[in-house]
């Protein structure tokens, strides 16, 4: 069985289609019924909508609530991110505590509130950014809760260990995704630019790595940052 937080569109909900038509039982979570619903019905099978905001630590509750009534958890992962372009200087309070509120505490709640639940063996993915290695302009806040989640797993890869649970960070360079959409155009572009491989990815080759950290493909690989990113951060 798998959970994916943040599993109603983009990257999450490519990696759900994927693993439902590979045979997983998957939890998808996200903030907005609708899209929630519509979601469940696009995957179409082995699915349960769970509603909820990761960086509310109720809503994790009540998620893992109707997990724990269908069984264990083989795969976790916590894919929910916000990305924004506020350059050094302009940051506010505000801004800040949604950035780090969602990626970096959501996250690892997530994480532990899914310990009882977790198999022995399970696998826990965790989506970084091919950002949080470079320096991008505006991308400061983003970048640096990234870098958090990258340090987490090398703690968690010695503190789960004797559970035999590997985790490990997936690392998107730019995904064409709804959240990409939204943000500034020529930011994107000059991101685009500095990608070796000249593209966005699109969300289905992030799901196929994904499904790698997931299966017994990757049984030797734990505590690694992979990246997906073109080359982005490599060159
Ligand atoms: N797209 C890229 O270029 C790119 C590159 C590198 C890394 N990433 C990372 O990849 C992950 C997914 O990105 P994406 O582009 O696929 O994003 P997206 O298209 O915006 O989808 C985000 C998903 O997360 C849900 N979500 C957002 N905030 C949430 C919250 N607080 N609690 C629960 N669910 C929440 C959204 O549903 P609701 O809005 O209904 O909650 C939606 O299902 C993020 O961690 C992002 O930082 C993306």
């Known amino acids: 069985m798998a959970v994916i937080t943040g599993g109603t569109r983009g990257i999450g909900l490519a990696t759900a289609t994927l693993f439902a038509n590979e ?16 979601a469940v019905a696009s995957i179409g099978k082995n699915v349960t909508g769970v509603q909820g905001d990761v960086a509310n630590p109720d809503d994790l509750d009540r998620l893992y609530e109707r997990v724990k009534a269908r069984g264990g958890i083989d795969i976790l992962f ?9 350059p050094l200087g302009s940051i506010t309070e505000d801004y800040y ?5 969602t990626n970096v505490k959501g996250l690892l709640f997530t994480v532990q509130k899914a310990l009882p639940l977790l198999n022995n063996g399970a696998s826990i993915i965790l989506t970084g950014s091919a950002a949080a290695a470079k320096g991008t302009p ?3 806040v983003y970048a640096a809760s990234k870098a958090a989640i990258r340090s987490f797993v090398r703690t968690w890869t010695v503190e789960l260990k004797d559970r035999h649970i590997r985790s490990n960070v997936l690392s998107p360079g730019p995904v064409s995704t709804p959240q990409t959409a939204i943000q500034p155009p020529e930011a994107i572009a000059r991101i685009v630019a500095s990608v070796p491989m000249g593209r966005m990815a699109e969300p289905e080759e992030i799901a196929k790595a994904a499904l790698f950290l997931a299966s017994d493909e990757s049984s030797f690989i734990t505590g690694i940052e992979l990246f997906a990113d073109g080359g982005r951060a490599q060159v």
């Open 138 to 140: 505006g991308f400061g």
């Open 78 to 86: 916590a894919n929910v991110g916000l990305g924004g372009f506020v």
């Open 23 to 38: 045979g997983a039982y998957v939890f998808v979570t996200g903030r907005h019924q609708k899209e929630l619903d519509e």
């Open 97 to 101: 505590d949604k950035m780090f509120d």
